[in-house]
């Protein structure tokens, strides 16, 4: 295991258990220095390559779910005409237009070996594009399940949160507040 201190090279060795020796003794009596750390743990190996293949996956399914025109054979393969794909198309084009917002995120967590991937969406919608709505998910990076999802949609909140090992707390906000707070904590550094 490797230490390092405000930012500089790894420190192994004799220098590891001199940086143990002065956490045990300063901490041990309560004193600290301004920044309130000493030291942090520097990810193995193994955890930077999971958080890489993370950050690959959350990659991965951001394009997934990137909306795309359609070609007129793949309209064809499923039965649409040329003049149907064209409106289709029209319509990808004009939602497109009024992204506001589009982004992805993604989270390893070493303690639970989780890759946790958020989506977030914000367009405007209407027949004069007046409203706006807001989305926001939470997917599990390895299984590809929605462990979390919130919809803010003409000021309406609603959300909820699909992970079976979750305990749901009271919340008087459609499941708005917990699934916010349940995809906060998911995508905390840890």
Known sequence: MAWVIAGQEPITGAGELIVRLLQAVLFGVGLAFPCGVIAQMAPTAAEE??????????DEKADSMTERPMTDAKGASVGLKP???????????????????????????????RCYVEIVKQW??????EFEQYVRQLYDGQT?????YVRINR????????DPDYKSLADNNLGFDNANAYMDQKMRRR
């Open 124 to 129: 405007r919608y209407g027949q004069d594009f």
């Open 144 to 148: 590809n399940n929605l462990l979390g």
């Open 155 to 162: 000021g309406l909140k609603i959300g909820a949160v699909y």
């Open 83 to 113: 003049a149907d794909v064209a409106i289709m198309n029209k319509q990808i084009e004009l939602r497109m237009a009024n992204v506001i917002t589009s982004s992805h995120a993604s989270n390893y967590d070493p303690k639970s070996n």
């Open 49 to 58: 390559f999971k958080q890489t293949k993370c950050k690959q996956m959350a």
